[in-house]
């Protein structure tokens, strides 16, 4: 591969490996084979990564080799020095959960494995939902898994945040749908307390949430609104993250598409690029495999690599962190982001006239935390819809707690 400019992005993704490297439980399914760890890391250094949350990784005999191999090929692709670290959970058929990364685009610390994210490991003999004793405590119980934590900066100097990998638990009934609840609440729990104000708080959180709803749930819940409920969950104004839309599906098998894998950053990560936009990579993506590795078919992509496919953001090599947050948000600012909002809030109302008056309260990262609408739409159907809309609106972070903003919003705003 040619060498990349000292200036491009950090590349970070999340693949599901399937059952790396062997393909499938055993080996006892016709439709997949091992995995073709040589095209697996052409693939990796095509798309110029360089840190990615791994799941489904072996570490019995065949996943210890495979992952060797696995390294001394991406070494070989991208003249880096790759390195991994898996959870350490026992069990030759324990699907791992871990990180990569080339030490000659980023450097690793404070690693840690992170046990209270196994739903079953913080649960106690009451039933009442607690977190395990320790960072790592409960983090193998149940077949379930602890998630995978690190600390990366740009070799050299430059921009850094910290990572978690996760694997939630698989399913569709009331069960499996649970247990990811719980996951994602002990997620919010470790970052509870992120502060916009410290470098170290650029956080990426990024894996397989397995997304795919709960069909035994009463009322049923469907893969776009467990999906809908996650953004929820992880970007309420105490826990602002924010999810990186990459479009279209993130595996396919015999079911149909999904969308199960994904990427969350903290709200106020500056360096996070939205250009080149988040995006599934491979075949999911291109309806075909990647040509720089040779002509293969998304079938063969499919039955070679993984029924997953990569998510990947792009994060800006420079630290911004090391520009401080302003104080407040600037009246510009403000402007832009309500306007922007007028047509949300007008289409609440269509047809109607008049000034519609909203007190908004932001926190400091941009969030809104608490949205009135006075006057006579107060209390109305008309106005609770304008107040959801509202909760949508963002601000560029800043270092005050809160920030308080009456605006007023016509109705009939003429439009181009």
């Known amino acids: 591969m040619p060498a990349r400019p000292a200036d491009d992005p950090i590349r970070v993704g999340s693949w599901n490996l399937r059952w790396f490297p ?3 439980p055993g080996r006892t399914s ?13 693939t990796i250094a095509a798309m110029r990564l360089d840190v990615l949350a791994v799941q489904e990784v072996l570490q019995n005999e065949s996943g210890r080799r495979g992952l060797a ?5 991406l070494d070989r692709h991208t003249g880096g020095q790759w390195q991994q670290a898996l959870d350490g959970c026992a069990g030759d058929g324990f699907l791992h959960v871990g990180l990569l990364w080339n030490r000659r685009r980023v450097e690793a610390s404070q690693l840690a494995v992170i046990g209270v994210i196994n739903p079953r490991g913080s649960i ?9 004793a320790g960072p790592s405590g409960g983090a193998c119980v149940g077949g379930l898994r602890p998630a995978m934590r690190a600390y990366f900066r740009r070799t050299g100097g430059g921009a850094d945040f910290a ?10 009934e009331q069960r499996d749908y649970d ?3 719980r996951s994602v609440a002990a997620i919010a729990r470790l970052f509870g307390e992120v502060d916009p104000g410290r470098e170290d708080d650029d956080v990426i959180v990024a894996g397989d949430f397995n997304t795919m709803g709960c069909a035994d749930c009463s009322p049923r819940v469907s893969a776009e609104e467990e999906v809908a409920l996650l953004e929820r969950e992880l970007g309420s104004p105490r826990r602002p993250f924010r999810r990186a839309r990459a479009s279209g599906c993130t595996q ?3 079911r149909g598409p999904a969308r199960l894998d994904h990427v969350f950053a903290t709200s106020w990560m500056r360096e996070l690029l939205d250009s080149p936009a988040p995006r599934v990579d491979g075949y999911c993506a291109l309806g075909e495999a990647p040509g720089t590795c040779g002509p293969r078919s998304p079938a063969r992509a499919e039955t070679e690599l993984s029924d997953h496919c990569p998510v990947v953001v792009a994060v800006r090599p420079t630290d911004d962190d090391e520009t401080p947050l302003p104080e407040s948000a600037s009246r510009t600012d403000i402007a832009e982001v309500l306007t922007r909002a007028g047509d ?5 109302a269509p047809g109607r006239q008049g000034i519609v008056t909203a007190q908004i309260e932001f926190v400091s990262s941009g969030a809104v935390n608490d949205v009135m609408i006075r006057g006579p739409w107060a209390g109305t159907p008309e106005g609770a819809c304008m107040e959801r809309a509202l909760r949508r609106a963002r601000l560029p972070p800043f270092r005050r707690p809160t920030l308080r903003v009456s605006f007023p919003f016509r109705l009939d705003e003429p439009r181009p």
């Open 124 to 132: 106690g003999p009451d039933g009442v939902d607690r977190p395990a």
């Open 179 to 181: 247990n990811r609840r």
């Open 344 to 348: 949300s809030v007008r289409a609440c």
């Open 252 to 254: 396919r098998s015999s």
């Open 22 to 24: 062997d393909g499938s």
């Open 163 to 172: 990572m978690l990998a996760v694997h939630l638990d698989s399913g569709t």
């Open 69 to 73: 191999r696995l390294i001394e090929q």
């Open 30 to 42: 016709t439709r997949v084979q091992p995995t073709n760890v040589e095209w697996l890391a052409c």
